[in-house]
């Protein structure tokens, strides 16, 4: 377990990314994280689903759009208020994952990405306690979680001295084990665990990019997924799948409420 910082608390990062976006459009990539995991849960139009931490609304879009039953949540105003405005048949709110304003065993379906790395010790335990509580018994929960791995390691390491004087907390790190005993501990029966890149470390680079996202656009990244060159992604397929727990960057679990 590791714990990293920011010069800005997490209310602070999220409002200012936010802010610094559009509205996303419907994310369209399938087979790209977190859409192709989301897929894997939810499984027809009658389910409730919450997405917890909606953002700026590309997994909320999605589903919303296709006719499935969605209700967004988000602690951070101008995303909620940027969501209603693109669309105002949008089920969105703000919320938050520490006391959700929702009846117990309310959503067959929750949605979270990541949501819980921004939180460590009670807080941590508190998200996880509200997600059981609003989950059906049966009910199924796909989230994901910041890895304490190689990977992570080094990127942490580069932004070392850029960080150092840095007392805001920004994330917590967790090992699989650590991940999947959080979630056993609060009464989840795991599935599921992948190992995942959101952004590939190579994506950062803009000579690894794919010619269309040369000139990064996040927001353009966020619908379509972060796409690498083919030489990117022949070294991004190697690591992954020679090196798998050491490069990813995040874990993704599939849970239910037993």
């Known amino acids: 377990m590791r714990k990293t910082f920011r010069d800005k608390n997490n209310f602070e990062y999220w409002d200012e990314r936010w802010a610094s976006l559009e509205a996303d459009e419907p994310m369209k ?11 894997l849960v939810v499984q027809n ?82 998200s996880i306690s509200e997600t059981f509580r609003v989950l059906k018994r049966g009910g199924k929960l796909c989230a994901s979680f910041r890895a ?7 990127i942490d390491w580069i932004r070392k001295d850029k960080n150092s004087r840095h007392k805001e907390f920004h994330k917590l790190n967790l090992t699989k084990k650590e991940f999947t005993k959080i979630f056993e501990d609060h009464g989840f029966e795991i599935k599921n665990v992948f190992n995942v890149q959101n952004m590939p470390f190579l994506y950062k680079f803009k000579f690894f990019r794919s010619k269309k996202h040369k000139k990064f656009d996040e927001n353009k990244a966020r619908q379509e997924g972060y796409k690498l060159s083919f030489i990117g992604q022949l070294i991004q397929d190697f ?15 599939i849970a239910v409420k037993k």
Do not use: M, W
Request: aromatic share 14%; proline share 3%.
């Open 45 to 126: 139009k009658d389910q409730k689903i919450l997405e917890a931490g909606c953002g700026i609304g590309r997994i909320l879009r999605y589903y919303h759009n296709n006719g499935y039953k969605i209700t967004g949540v988000d602690f951070i105003d101008n995303a909620i208020n940027k969501l209603k405005k693109i669309d105002p048949t949008l089920d969105v709110q703000k919320g938050n994952i520490l006391d959700l304003e929702f009846e117990n065993k309310y959503f067959d379906v929750v949605l979270a990405f990541g949501l819980y790395h921004n939180f460590h010790s009670e807080k941590l335990h508190k």
């Open 148 to 154: 304490d791995n190689i990977q992570e390691l080094i």
């Open 239 to 253: 690591l992954i799948k020679f090196f798998p727990e050491s490069f990813c960057n995040i874990y993704l679990l």
């Open 29 to 39: 990539n399938i087979h790209s994280y977190p859409l192709k995991y989301a897929n």
